[in-house]
Each structure stands twice: as structure tokens, then as C-alpha cells.
């Protein structure tokens, strides 16, 4: 085979030659096709706004502001005409022609309150951003500012009187309780009337599995989100929802948006807030000094104080957030404790979250959406007649006249009058539910060129619910002298994946047309298993006895949708 020439002094200088001369002749032109607008983004007060958004309209290109509003946007391809388009939650977009296509140009921006919220930006199901004025649906937003500043530790229940319409009910006072939201009128007698939530793009279960039977004190999933993460929640209301998103979304949607970082220096933000939660009103019980045969009594006896406490609640919080022009995160962690106003119930709860955005290419996006959560709650069985199990329960039906304390000498508490004794239930009756959840979603964002861009997006929601329940041999229940163990596991995944095609047409004149074509896929699976045991052998706390039952259920479903949607505004 032949070899290629030697390079030559000469050749070599000659190459270096021609390029540094090409160099030379390009180098203007590409100068001139740059633009690099800066300045700042203020209220009317002149104070600057940070976090806002400056973009070229029409494009999903552009930057936000820092900390004390400004920001620089270099535009590497200017295409007139350019408009530049500066909004931020709460205020009055501004939209500023730019007659420069090159060169350096200062662009200050001082934006009005939007009282009305006309002008907020909103993203539906197809992931297209639409002011509110514009988009053909019943859509309510709450700051994430509001969702802290609620003072509760479940992010269902700080929706309570922040959004009309919305009916928002507690189902128990148990620590870490879920709570009821009603968005519309019951659509079905067979399912769960709750709305569909969604978290950064990824579809997650708010399931109230009771998997143990404890009188009706249980919590849904959504309670495991930490408030503290969120930066705003959007709530569907109306047929719109469910025809954005499915039969699925036929009781409202609820999406939550996480916060992001953005460039700037590191930024650390530290929360702390402690309360208390107690009994208003208790129940007046009997004193009559005769019982209802007419015998006297020497005794009356309120056990409330031995039942009831006063619970005390703690949040503490940390968010660190910053990055660079390419790459921004957010990391945060926060730790969640509640003891219930029944003594022996409690609940504590550890989050930690990871947010990172990466801007690949000048076209390209990269952004990522974890975390992970694990809680353990300590339950009783509260409410209901459970088989006249409950605390409160046993506390009403078991007349105030009977000695429920336990015996000095041997400890043993004796028996109720029809039920079991609540004092005993509390003291040696067990009913722990421990969760482990994480939640991951990655978003590509690719715009070719402007009017183009093309979303896909994948996550997952994957957890374990252990739940049990222990009444040790001797109990005070009637029924269950030979004590009572239940073991229940519910394993849990959703799956979600959608691609997202939009293209923004060319002004004609005041028009704007966007049209949009998609699919999304989803999957979920619960596979729950419950062993049960009665007669239990000495000593032990396990699912071990002479009357055992087992069971398992397997709910694996699939959907795959199609979209379509032409957007029109003047």
C-alpha cells in the first residue's frame, strides 16, 4: 500500500497558513451573528426579582434571573423578528421587540402584580406552557410558599382554603394521617374519588391500602411528599382534566412541581418550625352516684388523662440549590416528627430529594427529578368498633364505673365490661407501619430549532408498605385470649413514559397557533401478601399459632394513549 507524503516544513506552515486566514474571514461574521442581551428584572418598587424568566418568545430559549435580578442571555443565531419575553409567578409578563441581531444590548424589565393571575404560566398535560387567560380549563395555583407556611405535615391537608371549590377533610387525627380531597362530585361507587397526583412529569399512587384493620385510621401515600421540597402545585378542576389525561383524571389532577436550582452561588435555606396538637373539647362522662339498676357506686373514673396527650410537632429542613449557566441542582432533606394526642402513637418521617438540570447541547436538556422517603408510625386502633378493639371506642362502651388500672401487685390489667380494656390496648397492644419509597424521573428536552421541540420523560414510583398488628396472649379482648399477630406487605410500582412533539407556527399576525401530538404509557403493579395467626405460642411475637390464614392479591394493569391538541390564541 502506498504511504501519504511526508509533512514538510513548508506543507505545515502553508496548512497553518490557510487556516489562520480562514479563521480570520469567518471570525466577523460569526461575531455578528451573536447577540447578548443583559440587564434587570425588577418590581415596581425597584427591588430585583430573582428566579425570573427571560426567553426569547415563542422559543423555549433563555435564561432566569439571579438573586438580585439580573441576568445575560446570549443568543448564539439571532432570528428576526426577536421579542424578548420576561415573566415571573405573580407579575405581568412584559414582551420587548429587540431591533439588534448582534453586538451587546441592555434590557432592563419592571414588571407589575398580576392581582388576577391572568398572565401565569401553567403547564398542562401535554406539556405546553399557557397562560392562564388562555387555556380552556378550570386551573387553580398554589405557591410552595403556601403549602410550608401551612403549619401541617401532610401536603393534601395545606390545600385546605387555598383553592375554592376544594374539599379538603382529615380522616383521622392519627399521626401521620391522610387526609380526603374532593375536587369534583363522586364519578364512580367502585373506586377511590381522589385525584390523580403528579410529581415533576412522574404519575405517583395515593392509595390508603388498609391492609390492617385498625378502624378506619389510615394514610395515603401522598402524605410521604415533603412540603418543604414543593414550588407550586396546579390544581385541574372540571371534564378538561380527564380529557388531558384520561379516564384516570376523571376526579381532578394535581400536579406538583419540585424546586430547582439555578446559577448562581450556593444557596442554603434552613427551616425549622415546632407545634403542638391536644384535645379541644373531651367527652363528659357519667357521675351519677347510682348505677342503672339503682345500686350505688363508690366511683366514678375518667380515664381521658391516661388516654389522651398533648402531642408535639417538629419539621426541621435544609435546601441547598445553585450551579452554573449549564448545570444547576437542588439537594434537600428534612426530618418530620409527630406524636399523636393518644399516647403510644407517633410518627416520624425522613426525606431527601436531588433535582439536577444539565443543558447538553445548545439544544439538548437533560433534567432529572429523585427522591426517597422512609416513615414509621405507630398506630392504635383508634376509631370504629373493630371488633370492640378500639381505644376510644372501648373508652365509650365500657361503663366509667369499673377499675381499669392495672393490679400493683402483678401488673395484669383486668377485663373490660364488653370489650377490651383501652388502658391494656395502649400499654401492650402494637400496630407499626413502616414505608420505603423512591420516586425518579429523567426528561429529555430537545428543540431543534425553535419553533420545534421535542419532550420524553420517564419515572417510576416504586415502594413498600409493611404494616402489623400484635395483641399478646392474655389480652383484655374477650376474644383474643390466645393473642393475635398480622404480618401485611404491599409492594407497589408505577411506570409512566410519554413523548411529547409541539411546533409553534409563525405569527400571523396577532394569531399564535401551537399544535401538539403525543403518547403516554403507564403501568402499575401492587402485589400484597397478609399472613395471620391466633393462638399464638408463648413468647412469641411473630405470625406463629394454631390458626393461621394467608392470602395474596396481584392488581397489574397497562394504558397506552394517543394525543392530539391545536392550540389557538389571539
Do not use: C
Not at 526 to 534: G, K, P, Q, V
Request: no cysteine; charged share 15%; net charge positive.
Amino acid at each position: 500500500p502506498l504511504s501519504p507524503p511526508p509533512v514538510t516544513p513548508l506543507r505545515a506552515y502553508l496548512r497553518t497558513a490557510i487556516v489562520g486566514l480562514l479563521t480570520t474571514i469567518a471570525y466577523p461574521a460569526l461575531m455578528q451573528a451573536q447577540l447578548t442581551v443583559s440587564g434587570r428584572v425588577t418590581d415596581e418598587t425597584g427591588r430585583g426579582l430573582p428566579s425570573a424568566s427571560v426567553l426569547i418568545d415563542g422559543t423555549r430559549f433563555g435564561t432566569v434571573t439571579n438573586d438580585d435580578g439580573t441576568y445575560r442571555l446570549v443568543v448564539a443565531e439571532p432570528r428576526p423578528p426577536i421579542v424578548l419575553l420576561v415573566r415571573v409567578l405573580g407579575y405581568k409578563p412584559q414582551r420587548f421587540p429587540l431591533s439588534a441581531t448582534s453586538g451587546q444590548l441592555t434590557q432592563d424589565a419592571k414588571l407589575s402584580r398580576d392581582i388576577l393571575n391572568l398572565s401565569q404560566l401553567v403547564t398542562t398535560a401535554t406539556r405546553v406552557e399557557t397562560e392562564r387567560a388562555s387555556l380552556g380549563a378550570s386551573l387553580a395555583t398554589v405557591t410552595g410558599s403556601d403549602i410550608a407556611n401551612a403549619g401541617v405535615p401532610q401536603v393534601d391537608a395545606a390545600l385546605a382554603g387555598k383553592v375554592p371549590g376544594v374539599l379538603v377533610q382529615l380522616n383521622s387525627g392519627t399521626p401521620g394521617g391522610g387526609s380526603s380531597v374532593r375536587l369534583r362530585g363522586l364519578s364512580t361507587i367502585s373506586r377511590s374519588a381522589e385525584p390523580l397526583y403528579i410529581v415533576d412529569g412522574v404519575i405517583i399512587d395515593n392509595g390508603s391500602s388498609q391492609l390492617v384493620d385498625l378502624g378506619g385510621n389510615t394514610s395515603n401515600r401522598i402524605a410521604d411528599l415533603d412540603p418543604n421540597d414543593i414550588e407550586r402545585m396546579e390544581i385541574v378542576k372540571g371534564a378538561a382534566a380527564a380529557a388531558l389525561y384520561g379516564s384516570r383524571a376523571n376526579n381532578g389532577v394535581v400536579q406538583i412541581f419540585t424546586k430547582r436550582g439555578r446559577p448562581g452561588a450556593l444557596r442554603v435555606n434552613v427551616r425549622t418550625s415546632v407545634g403542638q396538637d391536644e384535645v379541644e373539647t373531651r367527652i363528659p362522662v357519667n357521675q351519677a352516684t347510682v348505677n342503672a339498676a339503682g345500686q350505688p357506686v363508690a366511683r366514678r373514673y375518667d380515664y381521658q388523662d391516661e388516654i389522651f396527650q398533648r402531642g408535639l410537632t417538629s419539621n426541621t429542613s435544609v435546601g441547598l440549590s445553585g450551579g452554573d449557566d449549564k448545570t444547576q441542582f437542588y439537594l434537600g432533606g428534612s426530618v418530620q416528627t409527630q406524636d399523636g394526642i393518644v399516647r403510644t402513637t407517633d410518627y416520624l418521617r425522613q426525606n431527601i430529594r436531588l433535582n439536577v438540570d444539565r443543558q447538553l447541547t445548545s439544544w439538548l436538556k437533560l433534567s432529572t427529578s429523585t427522591g426517597y422517603v422512609t416513615s414509621r408510625a405507630n398506630r392504635q386502633a383508634s376509631g370504629g368498633l373493630v371488633n370492640n378493639r378500639g381505644v376510644l371506642t372501648n373508652f365509650l362502651f365500657n361503663s366509667n364505673d369499673r377499675n381499669l388500672f392495672p393490679n400493683a401487685e402483678t401488673g395484669l390489667y383486668p377485663l373490660g365490661q364488653l370489650a377490651s380494656n383501652p388502658l391494656e390496648v395502649m400499654a401492650n397492644w402494637k400496630a407499626p407501619q413502616e414505608i420505603s419509597r423512591f420516586t425518579g424521573g429523567l426528561q429529555l428536552n430537545a428543540t431543534p430549532f425553535e419553533a420545534l421541540s421535542i419532550d420524553y420523560r420517564v419515572g417510576i414510583d416504586n415502594y413498600t408498605d409493611a404494616q402489623s398488628s400484635f395483641v399478646p396472649r392474655g389480652s383484655s379482648a374477650p376474644d383474643l385470649q390466645g393473642g393475635l399477630a398480622i404480618s401485611a406487605n404491599l409492594n407497589a410500582r408505577l411506570l409512566n413514559q410519554d413523548v411529547d412533539i409541539t411546533y409553534r407556527w409563525p405569527l400571523f399576525g396577532n394569531w399564535r397557533f401551537v399544535s401538539g401530538v403525543g403518547s403516554n404509557y403507564q403501568q402499575q403493579k401492587f402485589n400484597s401478601t397478609i399472613a395471620r395467626a391466633e393462638n399464638l405460642a408463648l413468647l412469641v411475637t411473630t405470625v406463629q399459632g394454631s390458626a393461621q390464614f394467608a392470602s395474596q392479591s396481584i392488581d397489574e394493569r397497562r394504558i397506552i394513549g394517543f394525543y392530539g391538541q391545536q392550540q389557538i390564541s389571539y
